[in-house]
Structure formats: C-alpha cells, structure tokens
T-cell receptor
Framework: AQSVTQLDSQVPVFEEAPVELRCNYSSSVSVYLFWYVQYPNQGLQLLLKYLSGSTLVKGINGFEAEFNKSQTSFHLRKPSVHISDTAEYFCAVTPSKGAQKLVFGQGTRLTINP | SAVISQKPSRDICQRGTSLTIQCQVDSQVTMMFWYRQQPGQSLTLIATANQGSEATYESGFVIDKFPISRPNLTFSTLTVSNMSPEDSSIYLC????????????FGPGTRLTVT
C-alpha cells in the first residue's frame, strides 16, 4: 500500500516570495507522483506529474517539483508566488503497475499575503 | 483532457434519505472514480467504476451504502443511501483518459450537507 505525508498543513507566504510545499511518500512498489491544486469551491486541477525520466518536472502556473527517490520526496516549488496561487495543494501517488488508484496526502493550504 | 460535470452542485438533505449524484464526461473513458472529501480533509477513494462491470469498492465503503451505476462510457451515478450527518462531504468524480499518462481529471464536486 502507499501513503503520502504532506509535512505542512498551512504555509503562509508573502506575494513574490518563493515557496516550497513538502511531500513525502511511502510505497513498496514504484509509483507515479502528482501534484493537484484545488481553488476554493472548485474541483482538482493537475499541476504536474512525474512518471519517469528527468527528476525535475515543470508544470502549469510556474510550478515545478523534484522527485528524489532516495528520500522518497516530491516537493513542489515556485520561485515567486502571486495572490492567485492561494489554494489547497495535494500531493498524490499511484502504483506504476496495476490498478491506478490515487492516494492523496492531507493537503497544504497555501495563503499568499500582500 | 476531459471536461466533467456533476449534478447537483450542492444539496441539503434530511437524515435517512438518499441522494443520487450524476457525473457526465465529454468523451468516452474506461475508468471512472468516485472520491469523498470530508470537511477540511483530503480525498478518499470510494470506488472505481468501469463500464460493463461491477464497481470495485475500497475498504470502509460498501455497495449498500454507496451504490454506483455505470451504464455507458460517458456517465456514472453515485447514490449516498440512508444518509446521516457524517455523510456531509464533497463528492467528486474523476476519470482517467487513456494516453494522458495516468493523470485523472476531476469534476467540480457535489457539496452535500445532511441535517
């Protein structure tokens, strides 16, 4: 089975500051990794994903994430945030083989202050 | 990609009643999923619904409480039966589109309040 831990439930940052949202996972098999964003009163939108290849993946809205297999981490970063980035961010994993079932972390609420 | 709509967007229901949530996709998909997001919590998978077969439920979820239909490749329903206040959640459907690299696309969710 897989599990995902998002180390920060809330992250407040000032506008134009850099941000890192941390995600660690546990799995006995190889996995694919995802970051989703949920804006208030909306469904989830995919930010980026790691399937294979380069460990640094770039997504939408200027976000990127780095897969670190030895540390079983997949941290999300953005060099300069905007007010519009205020949202809930979810890290998720699914086994790379077999049933494709997403397991989500608890979420990190990113609040951008002016 | 896929565009997903859900009906209703929100509802307030009395305990002991049932609500059926509809999920419509703009393209044919094999795999559809139903999730629950309890207030302030993350998403938990309820079941996987493939067309032409019975839904597969996750641990802690049973067919009598959450019956699912999947009559074709673009539509599914989830019924929340005999509701209690603990069923108050956002219910989301998602789909996996073949060829998109295992990513799932989510509907806007149905916000259910049980009084």
């Amino acid at each position: 089975a897989q599990s995902v831990t998002q180390l920060d439930s809330q992250v407040p940052v000032f506008e134009e500051a850099p941000v890192e949202l941390r995600c660690n996972y546990s799995s006995s098999v190889s996995v694919y990794l995802f970051w989703y964003v949920q804006y208030p009163n909306q469904g989830l939108q995919l930010l980026l994903k790691y399937l294979s290849g380069s460990t640094l993946v770039k997504g939408i809205n200027g976000f990127e994430a780095e897969f670190n297999k030895s540390q079983t981490s997949f941290h999300l970063r953005k060099p300069s945030v905007h007010i519009s980035d205020t949202a809930e961010y979810f890290c998720a994993v699914t086994p790379s083989k077999g049933a494709q079932k997403l397991v989500f972390g608890q979420g990190t609420r990113l609040t951008i202050n002016p | 990609s896929a565009v997903i709509s859900q009906k209703p967007s929100r509802d307030i229901c009395q305990r002991g009643t049932s609500l059926t949530i509809q999920c419509q996709v703009d393209s044919q998909v094999t795999m559809m999923f139903w999730y629950r997001q309890q207030p302030g919590q993350s998403l938990t998978l309820i079941a996987t619904a493939n067309q032409g077969s019975e839904a597969t439920y996750e641990s802690g979820f049973v067919i009598d409480k959450f019956p699912i239909s999947r009559p074709n490749l673009t539509f599914s329903t989830l019924t929340v039966s005999n509701m209690s206040p603990e069923d108050s959640s956002i219910y989301l459907c998602s789909v996996e589109v073949t060829g998109t690299g295992y990513e799932q696309y989510f509907g806007p969710g149905t916000r259910l309040t049980v009084t």
